[in-house]
């Protein structure tokens, strides 16, 4: 059983950093005490520790900004289309052994995603993007016709 020290917090910070824990997808307590070598009792023990729980704490809001960045950038990259290289490789069996008889590289281009497009630029620029029109709808009382006024705030994107 692994002894509470300051090397041991910033491990299991570490560890928290890269894999998570609980929240936002991490991995779970059970992956977590097994890879720290301890029990889930020992966990929340020292939880009760600020300075284990502060560096936890910590380590999960880096897990956190990790991950939102990574989506962000997968995202932006099915909105714009994106390319990579696939590799297909046949094998022959000489000897027992496998040995490659053919390798092909093929350049595969994956075309933009609209729907990733457009929710991505309804979020980063909302006073320029929107899927709604603003309407103000004014009502008087002396029976004079009834205004209808409809405010289109985009601008010419071509500008």
């Known amino acids: 059983m692994a002894k509470y020290s300051k090397d041991m917090v910033q491990a299991c ?6 894999n998570g824990l ?3 997808g991490g991995a779970t307590l059970t992956d977590f005490c097994k890879s720290m070598g ?20 910590k380590a ?4 956190r900004g990790t991950l939102e960045k990574d989506i962000v950038d997968s995202l932006a990259n099915s909105a ?26 093929k350049n595969i281009r994956v075309e933009p995603n609209v729907g990733a497009a457009i929710f991505l630029l309804t979020n980063i620029a909302p006073d320029r993007w929107k899927n709604k029109q603003d309407s103000n709808v004014s009502v008087k ?19």
């Not at 301890?38 to 704490?57: G, M, P």
């Not at 094998?91 to 053919?102: E, M, Q």
């Not at 009382?141 to 500008?159: G, T």
């Open 38 to 57: 301890i029990d889930d009792q020992t966990y929340y023990r020292w939880l009760c520790k600020a300075e284990f729980a502060e560096a936890i704490k």
């Open 80 to 105: 714009k289309g994106y390319e990579y290289e696939q590799y297909t490789t046949e094998y022959t069996d000489v000897n027992g052994k496998p040995k490659i008889k053919k390798q092909v590289k």
């Open 13 to 18: 910070a570490d560890w928290v950093r890269e």
């Open 22 to 24: 609980i929240d936002f």
């Open 141 to 159: 009382e002396d029976n004079e016709p009834i205004q209808i006024e409809i405010i289109d705030k985009r601008e010419d994107i071509r500008e």
């Open 60 to 63: 999960k809001e880096a897990f």
